[in-house]
């Protein structure tokens, strides 16, 4: 149980367009999900924090004109690149926190988004 | 803030070499601690982790204890294989929210 998975795996884009990045829990019901972005050879860096049926959080310096996320059921949240660029180029992660049940409070993650922007 | 540092690398063994990666954390509270393994273009996945001071964290031959005096929460283990090359991330997380991440370790492991 608690898989965390993500849609596409592997996206190239043109310059200028936007990107929808899916995140679902499988087998639970994510009452928390992060949005995590990853440079080549660096760590984990933290974007937003999303609760179901609110607003995202997001940390300092991410704007949230340029990635728009939405935690629209217990299970889905979505992350919109909007006009993308190539420095917008990187891994995305998400990850999911289960608010009840075997898992709760556990924080899973997911196999992670390349983003590719020409 | 809360914060983890862990040894930089690359770390390169021989098989069959003994593996320490050194981490140690900086919060308030009692955080659970993390291992993450993450493997060439993939995603992170749980090694291991410890809830508690004391604590031994352990799964497919490595080995972490939770320090709470040293603040440190060091991964081992005895004999690596080339399979364990990947880059492994030391996390804490305090009550169930943001995950920091320490900036990662490379191992390389040779035949």
């Known amino acids: 149980g608690a898989v965390v998975s993500q849609h596409p795996s592997r996206v190239i884009c043109k310059s200028g367009t936007s990107v929808k990045i899916e995140c679902r829990s499988l087998d639970f019901q994510a009452t928390t999900m992060f949005w995590y972005r990853q440079f080549p050879k660096q760590s984990l860096m933290l974007m937003a924090t999303?609760?179901?049926?609110?607003?995202?959080?997001?940390e300092q310096g991410v704007e949230k004109d340029k990635f728009l996320i939405n935690h629209a059921s217990l299970t889905l949240s979505t992350l919109t690149v909007t006009s993308a660029h190539p420095e917008d180029s990187s891994f995305y992660i998400c990850?999911?926190?289960?608010?009840?049940?075997?898992?709760?409070?556990?924080?899973?993650f997911g196999p992670g988004t390349r983003l590719t922007v020409l | 803030g809360d914060s983890v540092t862990q040894m930089e690398g690359p770390v390169t063994l021989s098989e069959e070499a003994f593996l320490t990666i050194n981490c140690t954390y900086t919060?308030?509270?009692?955080?659970?601690l993390f291992w993450y393994v993450q493997y060439p273009g993939e995603g992170l996945q749980l090694l291991l982790k410890a809830t508690k001071a004391d604590d031994k964290g352990s799964n497919k031959g490595f080995e972490a204890t939770y320090r709470k005096e040293t603040t440190s929460f060091h991964l081992e283990k005895g004999s690596v294989q080339v399979s364990d090359s990947a880059v492994y991330f030391c996390?804490?997380?305090?009550?169930?929210?943001?995950?920091?991440f320490g900036a990662g370790t490379r191992l390389f492991v040779k035949a």
């Open positions: 919060a308030t509270g009692y955080p659970s």
């Open positions: 999303s609760n179901e049926g609110s607003k995202a959080t997001y």
């Open positions: 990850s999911a926190r289960a608010g009840t049940g075997d898992f709760r409070n556990e924080q899973f």
């Open positions: 996390a804490l997380n305090t009550g169930g929210f943001k995950t920091i």
